[in-house]
């Protein structure tokens, strides 16, 4: 039987690489010696204060999908025993992902390209990264600005993740996976798609707001953490109901809003591209919403409010990659479809038999590839200059590429994932003991519990409480 690793020394380890990772970075800032004189180079561009307000307000909205949007959506979801655990998980994601990001991820994701295949270290600790525009991403606010708004991306992806294997991996586990995950898939997958030079974007494939690197690479880990880690204890023998479905369609209302941010945020401005977005983006998930209620209806004879937050949520990933590229009445496709897809997708895990627990790779993994491939179909230059036009539109070879960037996409995230995966089941092990994952996550991993059960004065129910 492999012997535990005791926590302090999972505690000593990362907090010596944060330690670390700051010193490094305060002697990468030190001021480089003065340039020879040379002549006058041109006036920066100018940072355009609408913009830049916009972009603040879309970086706050997609930090609100993840807390408090997805962590209700997830935490509901879950049994009472596991609430506070998986509300825990989103949180602290959002403090992990944001110092790795400005240490080494934000470099490596969108950095100076090496091979098209990943930035360098030259913005490590955000050396470079100041107050003025970077014009090769954006010409109209400030660089820090565009970093903080694509850090709420590399946030938000791992965290979808968790729903795949909630209430049954440990915490320490759950930490190191994340942080080897964001570093080693999401940071080159990005820079992939969207940094300068990255192979993908050469290629000409377009993705506006994060359809394989954001949903592809998140439901497609979350295939392999769920075959990995195994099903949970009593999957199809007992039932497993979500306990607070109120939470849960208050954070699928949260992801709705916050997701303007997400997709017509992608815009980088103010302008009338970030309309367009932000009018599809509503078409596609109510389109969504509606297909999924229906299929569910005519289905099993009654509509459920899961199933109607669930289609708008599989509606927002679909259109997330088409989104600056694609009309209104496309947009009512690429939604009613998603619909449709995503909840036959999520029947699809019964007749396979892995255990999707929150249904990631259904939603996130099918939609995301479905809107990719859309994006192929519908995306027409009549919306955006800048992008292609698509299958539908007198170019089938658009079609042809985004279906490469979805397969790329697929094999890189599941193929890394699982040897991340089985690396850190090697060394720390992913499941939870039996007796834990029976007591929980908010008792077994934090020594709290969501709920007081009418106990006054007990902060949390651990040995000794009297409590089991």
């Given at each position: 039987m492999r012997s535990p690793v005791p926590r302090w020394a999972f505690a000593s380890l990362i907090i010596g690489a944060l330690v670390l990772g700051v010193a490094v970075a305060g002697l990468a800032q030190q001021a480089p010696p003065a340039p020879p004189a040379q002549a006058q180079a041109p006036p920066p561009p100018k940072v355009d204060s609408?913009?830049?307000?916009?972009?603040?307000?879309?970086?706050?909205?997609?930090l609100m999908m993840t807390i408090p949007g997805l962590a209700l959506f997830y935490g509901g979801m879950v049994r009472r025993q596991n609430a506070l655990g998986t509300i825990m998980q989103s949180f602290i994601i959002v403090a992990l992902i944001s110092i790795e990001w400005?240490?080494?991820?934000?470099s490596t994701a969108f950095g100076p390209d090496i091979r098209g295949l990943v930035g360098d270290l030259s913005w490590f600790g955000l050396k470079g990264v100041g107050l003025d525009p970077n014009p090769d991403y954006a010409a109209t606010i400030p660089h820090q600005t565009f970093m903080i708004y694509q850090m709420m991306f590399a946030i938000i992806t791992p965290a979808l993740i968790t729903g795949a294997f909630a209430e049954r991996m440990k915490f320490g586990s759950f930490l190191v996976f994340t942080l080897l995950w964001a570093t080693f898939i999401y940071n080159p997958l990005a820079h992939w798609v969207w940094g300068v030079k990255g192979w993908i974007r050469e290629m000409g494939a377009l993705d506006f707001a994060g359809g394989t690197v954001v949903h592809i690479s998140s439901g497609v880990s979350a295939l392999a953490a769920a075959l990995l880690v195994g099903r949970r204890r009593g999957y199809r023998v007992e039932p497993m109901p979500p306990h607070n479905l109120p939470l849960t369609v208050l954070g699928a209302a949260l992801l709705w809003v916050g997701w303007f941010g997400f997709n017509a945020g992608s815009a980088l401005s103010a302008g009338s591209l970030a309309t367009s977005a932000f009018v599809v983006t509503h078409i596609a998930t109510a389109a969504a919403t509606l297909g999924w209620m229906l299929s569910e209806w005519i289905a099993r004879g009654k509509p459920t409010v899961l199933g109607a937050a669930s289609g708008a949520v599989a509606g927002l990933v679909a259109i997330t990659p088409a989104s600056g590229f694609v009309g209104p009445?496309?947009?009512?496709?690429?939604?009613?479809?998603?619909?449709?897809?995503?909840?036959?997708?999520?029947?699809?895990?019964?007749?396979?038999?892995?255990?999707?627990?929150?249904?990631?790779?259904?939603?996130?993994?099918?939609?995301?590839?479905?809107?990719?491939l859309a994006t192929g179909l519908f995306a027409s230059k009549a919306i955006n200059e800048a992008g292609a036009n698509g299958a539908f539109f007198g170019n089938p070879d658009l079609l042809r590429i985004q279906a490469v960037a979805v397969l790329a996409t697929w094999l890189f995230a599941f193929i890394g994932s699982l040897i991340l995966l089985k690396v850190v089941d090697a060394v720390m092990g992913l499941r939870l003991h039996e007796e834990d994952e029976v007591m929980?996550?908010?008792?077994?991993?934090?020594?709290?519990?969501?709920?007081?059960?009418?106990?006054?004065?007990?902060?949390?129910?651990?040995?000794?409480?009297?409590?089991?």
């Open positions: 609408g913009d830049n307000a916009w972009m603040l307000t879309s970086s706050a909205l997609v400005i240490l080494w991820g934000y009445l496309s947009a009512l496709v690429i939604g009613g479809g998603a619909g449709f897809l995503c909840y036959n997708a999520c029947n699809l895990k019964t007749t396979l038999g892995y255990d999707d627990s929150l249904d990631v790779v259904g939603v996130h993994g099918v939609g995301g590839t479905w809107g990719a929980g996550l908010d008792l077994s991993q934090h020594n709290e519990s969501a709920y007081s059960l009418g106990l006054v004065g007990t902060t949390g129910f651990g040995p000794g409480s009297g409590v089991h």
